[in-house]
């Protein structure tokens, strides 16, 4: 346990950081792959800044179905809930590494954007990223979005890992993992991205998937 936490009083934290200085420590944890940071319904009292890798949020609904709301990336800051509970879970994608901290009302000047709105924020775009779109232009426009945040290879800065799972896609936009596994090849065939391998990806024409993401119907 000792080797995956690293605690730092605020009096220690310098640089890139812009929290503000807490009563409590800040911890720096190795996530695991599909482990949850907090579950749906459960009141928590803390907040959560991404390092690296990807977290996925995640609504559980009644009858068993499972739809991704959104996805947080390195630099983002998960926020606790300042009333209420979570309306989500939080996954982690890949192996991550998170800085978290316990929230106080008396120790904070201000209450920042709550985990609601940043998902909220999130669905807004979903929304308009595929309403009036075919499958092909919605998984255009979703791979346009996570470009930035993908980490390239070790061999290849051009060629990045293709971290977000099938399935996971499949969740976010509405559609099967199989239609998003031939849409990935429909992008290839036109020559707008290679898949080196199944977990690789290279943009060979950003602009010609940017013109795919912008095709409706």
Known sequence: MQDNLAISWADSVTGL?????????IVSEAILPNRVLFW?????????????????????CSAGERQVLAFFWP??????SYMGTPTYTAEAVTHC????????????????VTAHEQVLREMLDLIQGVSRRSA???????????????????????????????????DHLGLSPETVCRGLMELKRRQAIEMPTRRTIRFR?????????????
Request: a positive charge.
């Open 136 to 170: 092909l232009s919605r998984i255009a426009w979703f791979i346009l979005r996570m470009r930035n945040h993908l980490p390239c290879t070790d061999t290849d800065p051009d060629t990045f890992k293709f971290i977000i799972p099938r399935n996971d896609i499949a």
């Open 75 to 80: 630099g983002d800051t998960i926020h606790s």
């Open 97 to 112: 590494k998170v800085r978290t901290r316990r929230l106080s009302h008396n120790t904070e000047t201000g209450i920042p």
């Open 205 to 217: 024409s950003v602009a010609q998937v940017s013109k795919i993401a912008k095709c409706q119907g």
């Open 17 to 25: 950081s812009s929290w503000p200085r807490p009563r409590y420590p």
């Open 40 to 60: 749906q319904g459960e009141p928590q009292n803390k907040e959560f800044e991404i390092l690296e890798g990807a977290v996925r949020a995640v609504r559980l």
